[in-house]
């Protein structure tokens, strides 16, 4: 079905433009060849704003399901990691990540016996090549491989120690091809030295994205992995991430990446990660350019009735608030987050239009426009870009930006509020042209 999404405020990468919207054969059409197409199924479009589709690079999973160890069965206690309970989950969490504008996803895994993962991973690649994927809701472009190449102990937040693996090229092949191929990130603490930066070389020579969480290494080997391929920091400033006031190996992690142009630094936007006076003052530091929001959101996002559980071995509980989840033997030690991308949309977009003393700078706010360009930058254009999503490959368009010729992926959403108080709430979501919200 072809449409035309009337008198809608396009948020694209120069700009806000009130126009009409063109979606024909799945990309995004100039109003010429919309001419050419035939009957357009009209949207009334007026007072919403036209956001290119979110891409969630880290999520763990929602709605009870976790891309690990499966369905939650709250009666039980228990995680059910059945080839059903995977196969009836995954239809319903991709419907869920569109109602909140998702368009383009990775599930992560958790730290787990490589028999646990294998089998995950079968289920999850078998998904990424049905032909389910992209009609029930977003498209699962695969897998990031987030846990299980953690190193130091110290550094495992969330994660379980017991399982952390080797960073073997052979163990990854393993990993991959019980994939079938669809792993897309992968997390390589820099500290493994030598053999970490084989691997790191070898995904990186294979299109593949790496990147470095759960890590406490000297910046002088961050910035030397970054040769190697190494692209971007997991959920920068938690990890937890190294960071040294001292001058010995350059620093740590957090100034490597503070320093350098070219690490990209994912941020869990939830404002309990990262307060949100850091969150600010990062983007002055690094520039909007090399941030990705992300969730890292887990499987009691959007599910009720989840109060405690234990997740790889780790025992959890949902903060009283319900606003985040930490572990059960320490509360600042988070537990991924409850967070969507439609809502990390809202706070960015809510902490930029506001002003705001950081911990080093002031922030002005930024006008209403501007602000929603450079969130949408955030959300979107980097993560489909760190993934080549935002090339043309396999006869597909690109995606991430709404310009003529680009996939027809779009969130279109309403604006309520007064600038630092705004409510974001999606109305359709469509997925390489096709309504899936």
């Given at each position: 079905?072809?449409?035309?999404?009337?008198?809608?405020?396009?948020?694209?990468?120069?700009?806000?433009?009130?126009?009409?919207l063109?979606?024909?054969?799945?990309i995004?059409?100039?109003?010429?060849?919309?001419?050419?197409?035939?009957?357009?199924?009209?949207?009334?479009g007026?007072?919403?704003?036209?956001?290119?589709?979110?891409?969630?690079?880290?999520?763990?999973?929602?709605?009870?399901?976790?891309a690990?160890?499966?369905?939650?069965?709250?009666?039980h206690?228990?995680?059910?990691?059945?080839?059903?309970?995977?196969?009836?989950?995954?239809?319903?969490?991709?419907?869920?990540?569109?109602?909140?504008?998702?368009?383009r996803?990775?599930?992560?895994t958790?730290?787990?016996p490589?028999?646990?993962?294998?089998?995950a991973l079968?289920?999850?690649?078998?998904?990424?090549?049905?032909?389910?994927?992209?009609?029930?809701?977003?498209i699962?472009?695969?897998?990031?491989?987030?846990?299980?190449?953690?190193?130091?102990?110290a550094?495992a937040g969330?994660?379980?120690?017991?399982?952390?693996?080797?960073?073997?090229?052979?163990?990854?092949?393993?990993?991959?091809?019980?994939?079938?191929?669809?792993i897309?990130?992968?997390?390589?603490?820099?500290?493994?030295?030598?053999?970490?930066?084989?691997?790191?070389?070898?995904?990186?020579?294979?299109?593949?994205?790496v990147?470095?969480g759960?890590?406490?290494?000297?910046?002088?080997?961050?910035?030397?992995c970054?040769?190697?391929?190494?692209?971007?920091?997991?959920?920068?400033?938690?990890?937890p991430?190294g960071?040294?006031?001292?001058?010995?190996?350059?620093g740590?992690?957090?100034?490597a990446?503070?320093?350098?142009?070219?690490?990209?630094?994912?941020?869990?936007?939830?404002?309990?990660?990262?307060?949100?006076?850091?969150?600010?003052?990062?983007?002055?530091?690094?520039?909007?350019?090399?941030?990705?929001?992300?969730?890292?959101?887990?499987?009691?996002?959007?599910a009720?009735?989840?109060e405690?559980?234990?997740?790889?071995g780790?025992?959890?509980?949902?903060?009283?608030?319900?606003e985040?989840?930490h572990?059960?033997h320490?509360?600042?030690?988070?537990?991924?987050?409850?967070l969507?991308?439609?809502?990390?949309?809202?706070?960015?977009?809510?902490?930029?239009?506001?002003?705001?003393?950081?911990?080093?700078?002031?922030?002005?706010?930024?006008?209403?426009?501007?602000?929603?360009?450079?969130?949408?930058?955030?959300?979107?254009?980097?993560?489909?870009r760190?993934?080549?999503?935002?090339?043309?490959?396999?006869?597909?368009?690109?995606?991430?930006?709404?310009?003529p010729?680009?996939a027809?992926?779009?969130?279109?959403?309403?604006?309520?509020?007064?600038?630092?108080?705004?409510?974001?709430?999606?109305?359709?979501?469509?997925?390489?042209?096709?309504?899936?919200?």
């Amino acid at each position: 079905m072809n449409y035309l999404l009337k008198d809608v405020q396009v948020v694209a990468p120069r700009g806000i433009q009130r126009q009409d919207l063109y979606i024909v054969e799945g990309i995004i059409a100039s109003p010429s060849r919309a001419e050419k197409a035939g009957r357009l199924t009209v949207v009334n479009g007026r007072g919403l704003y036209a956001l290119p589709g979110f891409v969630d690079i880290h999520t763990h999973g929602g709605l009870g399901f976790d891309a690990t160890e499966g369905v939650f069965e709250a009666e039980h206690h228990r995680f059910n990691a059945s080839a059903r309970a995977f196969r009836e989950a995954l239809p319903r969490l991709m419907r869920h990540l569109a109602r909140r504008g998702v368009t383009r996803a990775l599930l992560a895994t958790l730290a787990a016996p490589i028999d646990r993962l294998e089998h995950a991973l079968g289920l999850l690649g078998e998904y990424v090549e049905s032909e389910r994927n992209g009609r029930d809701g977003a498209i699962l472009e695969g897998v990031f491989i987030e846990g299980s190449f953690i190193k130091n102990p110290a550094c495992a937040g969330a994660q379980n120690p017991a399982n952390f693996l080797p960073p073997r090229i052979g163990l990854f092949r393993r990993l991959q091809r019980a994939a079938r191929g669809h792993i897309r990130y992968v997390n390589v603490p820099p500290e493994h030295g030598p053999a970490g930066e084989r691997l790191m070389r070898y995904l990186s020579s294979r299109g593949i994205l790496v990147g470095m969480g759960h890590t406490s290494c000297p910046a002088e080997q961050v910035l030397k992995c970054q040769q190697l391929g190494l692209r971007i920091c997991v959920h920068f400033l938690n990890g937890p991430t190294g960071s040294s006031f001292k001058p010995f190996g350059g620093g740590n992690v957090v100034q490597a990446v503070l320093k350098s142009r070219k690490l990209y630094a994912e941020i869990i936007c939830d404002g309990w990660h990262s307060a949100p006076a850091y969150v600010m003052d990062i983007f002055r530091r690094k520039g909007a350019d090399r941030i990705v929001a992300v969730t890292d959101s887990v499987f009691a996002a959007g599910a009720t009735g989840i109060e405690e559980f234990t997740l790889g071995g780790i025992r959890g509980r949902l903060h009283e608030s319900g606003e985040y989840i930490h572990t059960a033997h320490d509360q600042v030690t988070l537990f991924g987050s409850v967070l969507d991308m439609a809502r990390a949309f809202e706070n960015l977009l809510n902490w930029h239009t506001k002003d705001m003393r950081g911990i080093w700078y002031r922030h002005a706010a930024l006008p209403l426009d501007r602000a929603l360009v450079l969130v949408a930058k955030c959300c979107a254009t980097q993560p489909a870009r760190l993934l080549g999503l935002h090339r043309r490959r396999d006869g597909l368009a690109g995606t991430g930006v709404l310009l003529p010729g680009r996939a027809a992926d779009v969130a279109l959403v309403r604006l309520t509020g007064r600038p630092g108080g705004y409510k974001v709430r999606v109305v359709h979501t469509f997925v390489n042209g096709r309504k899936v919200f």
